[in-house]
């Protein structure tokens, strides 16, 4: 057999037929699994080079290919062995690409976009000759329809006609329908982040299509393998898709670096024995949870420690061949702050000593501040911080832990207040690979120097939320219902946390606990509205209106910061549902949290809207001391 790397141009612009056999599976790929990820990667690529970035090949796997025999005549074609799944989808996304060329009246792309999908006329004999990709006969009536339709609803107005085309088994139409819309509202600008809003203010339709071209025709590879005829093409298929456990990209690295260290005369025995030895156990290739896919662990580090050394979000996907590239180019390309290796040993050993950072993450009894910020990063939900953390533990700690404290703060303080505010994250991974650039250019790691890259970032996709934004989401808005429940919980647990006195004795949270409603949702029994918001103060006769907006805002304030609180038990729904005067003994009696204490207090005697108020204000005031706003002199 003969492997090649090629580009998508070459593997589709020429004459040719790749068909999927019969005996093939159908077209199985779905938009959270397969579509989305790769539709992100090529995002990523048309992204940077709209940007005028330097965008560098992107491998999008491997396919088999088996020579056919042709009759005299018959345009070459070829069998897909292996890889079915993405040459059908890359055909779904260069289809959609062809039909947006002609919505905005590109004749240039609408050619090169078409001698991508379609074969010429003049150069074949039948009709299904004309694909690119003939896929397997279950998906093939979908196939030519999207094919031949040239718009989305263009091809709704045919399945009207025909339901059999829109079965579950039959993906090919929604695929279709997914990277059209993906791509056309990025050639409109709708998925442009708000920091680029100077950058591509300029940029027309025209540039966008250069780029999508560009990237097309120069970044996107997949890897060709072409059988002989004395390859055994079933047996393969057999070993590529069901036997043995598959390598790790982290295998790939080692036996990259490893085989370079012996090239150069080093001992690898005494680097395997000094650096790498450690790597070989189970923990490190345990599976962990990575935005959302679970990986093996090593595989989670080195992405996160090639992100931080390159300033640069790396795919997941395509991690050996990113760190191939890193390792190969020049040491000058990189900034000053980082120590960045030039031989193969020298990569092994400072993979070693970053990989010992990471693995405190997990274990980060020793180091409060640390182990308070790794468990209130888990309400966040993003790892997408682990490159910017690796670099400065691996820089302060232990000789500035102090300013890595302060630092961590602040990192933190930005997350919760973007959590409870309900700012996106998906910015993240870019965010934090600039403040390590940013950082390396003012060459300092220090906190007030985190302070002043933070406090220049204004659109809502990065800013640092103020006290007025953070205020206005904790009490104006329902905590509860708006954040998912661990999240809501995280913020109890810091409250919890903070108060702690001098004669309160500092244990750990226990497991388990549960977020109560101190005026309960269901309240209509025992909490009736109290007269003076149903009567109308000058008639002392009911109001119905009136009434009617006591009703909303309570709805509102029972979801409230300063109606929920955390129980070490349930109560029982019957208790949890009564008058305060019942509700109030049970909830102190089940929790022993300092979170509670507040209901031994005068305040708390009446338990009304007013007085969820006045707490919700109180606890605020505690959350802008747990988070606080970046100084005023670091923003911009």
Not at 146 to 155: D, L
Not at 216 to 235: A, R, S
Request: glycine content about 4%.
């Amino acid at each position: 057999m003969e492997a090649n790397t090629r580009k998508l141009e070459r593997i589709f612009d020429q004459t040719i037929t790749y068909q999927v056999p019969l005996f093939q599976r159908p077209y199985v790929w779905t938009q959270e699994a397969n579509w989305e990820p790769l539709w992100e990667d090529i995002q990523s690529l048309l992204d940077k080079h709209l940007r005028g970035g330097k965008v560098h090949p992107h491998f999008l796997g491997a396919v088999v290919l088996e020579q056919l025999a042709n009759s005299t005549g018959s345009i070459e074609s070829r069998q897909v062995i292996d890889g079915q799944q993405r040459f059908t989808t890359l055909q779904l996304f260069l289809m959609a690409a062809r039909d947006l060329a002609t919505v905005h009246g590109n004749a240039k792309y609408i050619e090169r976009f078409t001698d991508l999908v379609a074969n010429r006329r003049s150069k074949i004999d039948n009709d299904d000759e004309a694909f690119k990709v003939w896929p397997t006969n279950s998906n093939r009536a979908a196939f030519r329809l999207v094919h031949e339709a040239g718009s989305p609803a263009n091809v709704d107005k045919a399945i009207k006609l025909r339901a059999e085309l829109v079965d579950g088994s039959n993906n090919i139409i929604g695929g279709y329908r997914f990277f059209h819309s993906q791509l056309s509202n990025w050639l409109d600008g709708k998925l442009d982040d708000d920091e680029d809003a100077d950058v591509l203010s300029g940029k027309a339709i025209g540039d966008r299509f250069d780029s999508l071209w560009h990237v097309v025709k120069d970044c996107l590879q997949v890897v060709v393998i072409d059988l002989d005829k004395n390859d055994e093409t079933q047996v393969i298929f057999e070993t590529l898709n069901a036997r043995g456990e598959d390598l790790l990209p982290a295998d790939l690295i080692k036996n990259f670096l490893f085989r370079r260290a012996a090239s150069d005369g080093e001992n690898v025995e005494k680097l395997y024995g000094d650096h790498w030895q450690w790597f070989e156990t189970a923990w490190w290739r345990s599976e962990v949870k990575q935005g959302r896919i679970t990986r093996p662990r090593i595989d989670v580090f080195i992405n996160h420690y090639l992100a931080m050394m390159t300033r640069d979000e790396v795919k997941a996907s395509h991690l050996f061949n990113a760190f191939k590239a890193f390792a190969e180019q020049s040491a000058s390309n990189v900034g000053s702050l980082l120590n960045v290796p030039k031989t193969a040993a020298e990569h092994i050993a400072q993979l070693s000593r970053y990989a010992k950072v990471f693995k405190t993450f997990y274990e980060p009894e020793k180091h409060k501040r640390l182990s308070t910020f790794l468990r209130r990063l888990e309400a966040v939900d993003t790892t997408t911080v682990f490159p910017f953390l690796l670099y400065a533990h691996a820089e302060l700690v232990p000789g500035r832990i102090e300013e890595f404290d302060k630092i961590l703060v602040l990192i933190e303080s930005y997350l919760m207040r973007r959590m409870v505010c309900n700012l996106t994250g998906k910015n993240y991974n870019r965010y934090f690979v600039d403040l390590i650039r940013a950082l390396d250019r003012k060459g300092a790691l220090t906190a007030d120097a985190v302070a002043e890259h933070m406090g220049k970032s204004l659109a809502d996709s990065t800013r640092y939320p103020d006290d007025k934004s953070f205020e206005a989401a904790i009490t104006d808005l329902p905590l509860y219902g708006r954040l998912a429940q661990y999240k809501v919980r995280a913020v109890l647990e810091a409250l919890d946390e903070i108060a702690h006195t001098s004669k309160s004795e500092v244990q750990p949270l226990p497991s388990g606990l549960t977020i109560e409603h101190v005026m309960p949702q269901t309240w209509q029994t025992h909490w009736p509205l109290a007269d003076k918001h149903k009567i109308d103060s000058e008639t002392a006769k009911n109001d119905p209106i009136k009434e009617q907006q006591a009703v909303q805002r309570r709805g509102r304030l029972i979801n409230t910061l300063g109606n929920l609180t955390l129980i070490t038990g349930s109560l029982n729904p019957a208790l949890s549902n009564s008058a305060w005067t019942t509700k109030r003994p049970e909830l102190l009696k089940f929790s022993k949290l300092n979170l509670t204490q507040y209901f031994h207090e005068k305040d708390a005697e009446d338990w009304d809207e007013e007085a969820i108020e006045k707490r919700t204000t109180y606890l605020y005031e505690q959350l802008a001391q747990i988070w606080p706003a970046l100084p005023k002199s670091s923003i911009g």
